[in-house]
């Protein structure tokens, strides 16, 4: 299609005359602030681990050069070493590199909030930066992305403070991950972000209605974009990390934003692209469909017989089927390498195999009569005859003997050794690191060096291993969960995804609850705000039923409730009053008589008078009070007769007013149902001993 | 230091270079055409040979072997790299026999007995060293440099020869070559040109567009229906990618059928193909013979589900054997495909041909 050739090269033009001003500047977070992957990142950060032979982060460089990256920041901080070493080596700090790469490694960082406040106090941008994780792997041209950004931010004064870039990609794509789904409302014409939201796990989503009412008149609410992790941030991202120092990831950002979009006047915009591809390793799941898009050629021109990080040796050649063999690739007679395969060099496979849908590393022996569908086999891996091993990861030096079996979604670190004859069931995680350590070490332990690693490996070595587990010449310990430790149990299980558990129930659950570990704030509070906040509000009454609190320091918790859950004025008062008139169903069941109803219900009134009045003040609030008390008697129709009796009592009080009442029984009249509860013999016999009081005097209620 | 400052300039320009190449092309091909990167590389090769340090001929063509290996490496498929390098080896080459005051022209001819008694002594004579050397060999480069400016217009000039009124022409998707060809002919003669879409990149569309925007009278089709309009049409024209060693194509996907409905109908096939597009390789090299692109094309990625179960393939180019053409026009004039092999020992050395 040479007419998007000739769009790319005028973007890579424009850019370049900006760029003569300024050098586009990207900053690489090559640390997942998480576990998911261990116990594989336990010996080597993610974003070092080989994707189709190639460690991660080069791709991530590699996407950032040919978008004419300039000057690269990446920030490591969990094994830093290894990466830096990495880098070193790599052709990205040759001189002759068009993207000069600064390393920069403290083990301070703890999440990407940190990473940034520090971008901002060193300030190492100057202007509009990229900002990606170490594990991206895309081919996605950004300038034109970073035209528009630029564009916004000339014409609308620094309004617009990032950009994100989304793929489209319908629901069920395999390259699709769970945990990452948004949905996003969006404003059309200006591709501006309104409302961002993690759709896992959630069967309800709520949007707040204001975003739709100002801005244009068209908006999308879309679900079909693929989170790529690839954003354009202009500088003052940086520094709006350091001034909300609770900002711990992008999530965090975004909804901070969107939410104090009125008071900051900062705006999120959003960059689709329908072609290149983007994606982000975020768990074993994503590395197998990221890896099997990788050698279907998606990401071309970044494919594997493309050698892009220049290393001697890791040249392969391509044929049909998407095979790749790597130099010095022997393969036994009758062995058969079916399609998608990708070989690395040096690895030797025996007679008789059967090869799909696999990736083998550099320098494997590989036995004969083996089996491998949809395995990652990384390098160094020893697997002897009549192995079978079905969607599974096996890292660099591990040994597997005669005839072990390897169900799906297996994984085996470091130089683990399994067999022989055995069959691991499926999501078993073997690993070097007997689990009882994490136990021993503290809670800091994944965000120290490796030395710390190396001193708990001495102490692993003394406890024996289980040959139930890993077969009788076996090495290494079945990863899992220690039962205390629900964190644990958590990340196990989330190693390959949430594909785990087809039950949606559980899902759900397992999700939710890992969320609140791994990103404090990220599941969405909005939905159930509401009902947090009435939970609450009930707790605080009732505590201060118990203690005797003043009614002066119940409306300040109340008050602090509402700032802490962002809820308004009026819901405020409509909660209260639901809450209150609940209050006895709460302390004694809901086979409450009327009258036990009432008798329970109006002393509390009383007690809580000065509360209401603290809320109720304008006419527009009585009338807002009565329409939840009208409300609440309309779903407990059986005691509708109370209801007279609680206005009664709420006019005696001061609560409502006269006039409001009035007003109220003559106006809100809509469905059929309130119409009849205002026939309601009481409340009409009440109504006219209002109008009658009005006449006379007021004070006839005291 | 301003030789070490040279040298590091000159490296960056050559990883820019490759870099550019390894990411090249998205779909049909690289951005640019294949005449830009012939021109690109040779002008790349003369600032290396200017620039690079070297005493004697020997030293220079170890140089450009280095390089040109890189080069073709970084992109196989782009061919015309590793033509040019030739062409550049085989300057220095005759260069250096006219300086010994030889002529390398006599050993052209070499037989069967003479290859075999000679051995590997030819690269030991390129030791000697002459001042002027590098001035021929970039006076040389760049006469190279003016004959690639003029190979489209040379080509175009010999339209009228070929087009004659009120004639139908067939072409596939789009090629800068017989474009400007059929421009050519247009200011003359009235004719019609049936060009094939060539999905799923559809280059074919914008062929059209350019030709009809000159007053061509032009007609799309899809694919599916070359071998239907075939028996309306008098010639067939088209470009290619590579014209093979043994007279073969490497051209755009669709030419295959294209050239088979030709020769069901008797049509004649007529390849316009500059010199530079002579490579010296065989359609038997699996391996860098074809070029698979993203499958984005075929099916989006935005189908969702259904890319789980399938495997999308999307390669680029077609090999179109010699026995279906019945012409090549190059810059130099026309040539049957079964003397390709006489135009390759010309152009190019034989110890050149594996770098």
């Known amino acids: 299609m040479s007419s998007r050739g000739g769009k790319q090269k005028k973007g890579n033009v424009a850019s370049e005359q900006e760029e003569e001003e300024q050098p586009l500047q990207a900053v690489l977070v090559a640390d997942s602030f998480n576990r998911r992957f261990f116990p594989i990142s336990k010996d080597q950060p993610r974003a070092l681990l080989p994707l189709g032979n190639v460690a991660m982060i080069d791709y991530t460089l590699e996407f950032l050069t040919s978008t004419g990256v300039q000057e690269t920041f990446v920030f490591c901080c969990w094994m830093s070493n290894k990466i830096k070493d990495h880098l070193l080596k790599s052709k990205w700090c040759r001189p002759t590199s068009p993207n000069v790469v600064h390393i920069i490694t403290s083990d301070l960082y703890r999440s990407l909030g940190d990473v940034l406040r520090d971008v901002d106090a060193k300030t190492l941008v100057r202007n509009d930066f990229i900002l990606v994780y170490g594990d991206v792997v895309s081919n996605i041209d950004v300038s034109q992305a970073l035209q528009e950004h630029r564009h916004r931010r000339k014409v609308d004064k620094n309004i617009s403070v990032m950009t994100m870039v989304f793929k489209e990609s319908s629901p069920g794509h395999k390259s699709r991950c769970e945990e990452d789904d948004v949905i996003v409302a969006m404003d059309s014409k200006s591709k501006r972000v309104l409302h961002y939201q993690k759709t896992q796990g959630l069967k309800k989503l709520q949007f707040p209605m204001n975003i739709f009412q100002h801005g244009s008149d068209e908006f999308e609410v879309r679900h079909d974009l693929l989170d790529c992790h690839i954003s354009i941030c202009s500088p003052q991202v940086a520094e709006l990390f350091t001034d909300n120092f609770d900002y711990q990831t992008r999530n965090d950002f975004v909804r901070g934003i969107l939410v104090n979009e009125e008071i900051l006047g900062n705006q999120i915009h959003l960059y689709v692209t329908q072609d290149g591809y983007g994606a982000r390793v975020s768990n074993l799941q994503m590395y197998d469909s990221v890896s099997s898009d990788m050698v279907r050629r998606w990401v071309y021109p970044v494919t594997p017989e493309a050698n892009f990080t220049d290393q001697r040796g890791q040249g392969c050649t391509h044929s049909r089927h998407n095979v790749y063999r790597g130099a010095g690739v022997s393969l036994g007679h009758g062995s058969q390498m079916e399609e998608n395969v990708l070989i690395g060099r040096d690895t030797s496979i025996g007679a008789n195999c059967h090869i799909s849908n696999s990736v083998i590393g550099n320098n494997c022996t590989i036995g004969d009569n083996v089996v491998l569908d949809r395995g990652y086999i990384w390098n160094n891996v020893d697997i002897s005859s009549n192995v079978e091993i079905h969607q599974s990861v096996v890292c660099d030096g591990a040994v597997v003997k005669e005839a072990v079996r390897l169900n799906k979604q297996c994984v085996l670190a470091y130089n683990v050794e399994i067999g022989p004859n055995l069959s691991l069931p499926e999501g078993t995680v073997v690993s070097m690191h007997h689990p009882e350590e994490e136990e021993e070490d503290d809670d800091d332990e994944f965000l120290s060096d490796d030395q710390e690693v190396g001193h708990s490996k001495d102490k692993t070595r003394q406890k024996a291993f289980n040959p139930a587990e890993v077969g009788p010449e076996g090495k290494g310990y079945i990863w899992k969960p220690s039962v205390d430790d629900t964190e644990d149990e958590e990340l196990a299980q989330c190693l390959w995804g949430l594909v785990l558990n087809p039950d949606p129930e559980s899902d759900s659950e397992s999700e939710a609850s890992e969320e609140s570990q791994d990103r404090s704030r990220s599941v969405s509070p909005e939905i159930d705000d509401v009902n947090a906040f009435q939970l609450e509000v009930l707790g605080t009454l009732q505590r201060g039923l118990e203690e005797n609190i003043v009614c002066d320091n119940l409306v300040l918790e109340i008050n602090s409730l509402k700032y802490a859950y962002n809820i308004t004025l009026k819901e405020v008062m409509q909660i209260l009053t639901r809450v209150v008139l609940e209050y006895p169903f709460q302390l004694q069941g809901t086979q409450l008589t009327t009258l036990q109803y009432t008798g329970l219900l109006l002393p509390l009134l009383k007690k809580w008078s000065p509360v209401f009045k603290n809320y109720i003040k304008r006419a527009q609030d009585h009338l807002d009070c009565l329409s939840a008390v009208e409300e609440l008697f309309l779903e407990q129709d059986t005691h509708q007769t109370a209801m007279v009796k609680v206005l009664m009592k709420m006019y005696q009080l001061e609560i409502l007013e006269e006039a409001a009442i009035l007003k109220w029984f003559s106006t809100g009249t809509t469905t059929d149902r309130s119409r009849q509860l205002r026939k309601n013999k009481g409340l009409q016999k009440f109504i006219q001993w209002l109008e009658e009081a009005e006449d006379e005097s007021s004070e006839e209620g005291e | ?355």
């Open chain 2, 1 to 355: 230091m301003p030789g070490a400052d040279k040298e590091a300039d000159l490296t960056e320009r050559i990883e820019a270079f490759l870099a550019d190449l390894k990411r090249g092309g998205c779909g049909t091909g690289p951005i640019r055409g294949s005449g830009e990167t012939a021109r690109e590389t040779t002008a790349l090769l003369r600032k290396i040979t200017s620039q690079a340090r070297w005493s004697n001929a020997g030293d220079l063509m170890e140089i450009i072997r280095k390089e040109g290996r890189r080069m073709t490496a970084a992109q196989p498929s782009e061919t015309t790299v590793g033509n040019m390098v030739l062409r550049v080896l085989k300057i220095i080459r005759e260069e250096y026999a006219r300086s010994r005051g030889s002529s390398e022209e006599a050993d052209q001819q070499e037989s069967l007995h003479k290859l075999l008694t000679s051995g590997g002594l030819s690269e030991e004579n390129f030791r000697q060293h002459f001042a002027p050397l590098k001035a021929n060999v970039i006076e040389a480069i760049n006469e190279l440099l003016t004959e690639l400016e003029g190979t489209t217009d040379n080509i175009a000039m010999q339209a009228l020869e070929h087009i004659h009124s009120n004639e139908v022409i067939m072409t596939v998707g789009r090629s800068r070559t017989v474009e400007a060809f059929l421009k050519d002919a247009a200011r003359k003669r009235k004719f019609h040109v049936i060009v094939a879409e060539c999905a799923p990149f559809c280059q074919g569309h914008e062929m059209a567009t350019n030709l009809s925007k000159t007053g061509i009278e032009t007609t799309v089709i899809a694919d599916a229906a070359i071998f239907a309009v075939m028996s309306r049409v008098n010639k067939v024209i088209i470009g290619t990618q590579t014209v093979l060693a043994n007279g073969g194509l490497r051209a755009v996907n669709g030419t295959h059928t294209v050239a088979l409905a030709a020769k069901h109908h008797s049509t004649p096939l007529i390849v316009c193909a500059p010199m530079f597009k002579l490579s010296p390789q065989f359609p038997n090299e699996e391996d860098t013979f074809h070029k698979f692109v993203s499958p984005h094309e075929v099916l989006p990625f935005t189908e969702g589900e259904i890319l789980s179960k399938v495997n999308v393939h999307c390669p680029v180019f077609d090999y179109v054997p010699p026995e279906l053409i019945t012409l090549f026009i190059s810059n130099i004039g026309g040539n049957a495909p079964s003397y390709i092999y006489r135009l390759i020992s010309e152009l190019y050395h034989p110890e050149d041909h594996a770098l």
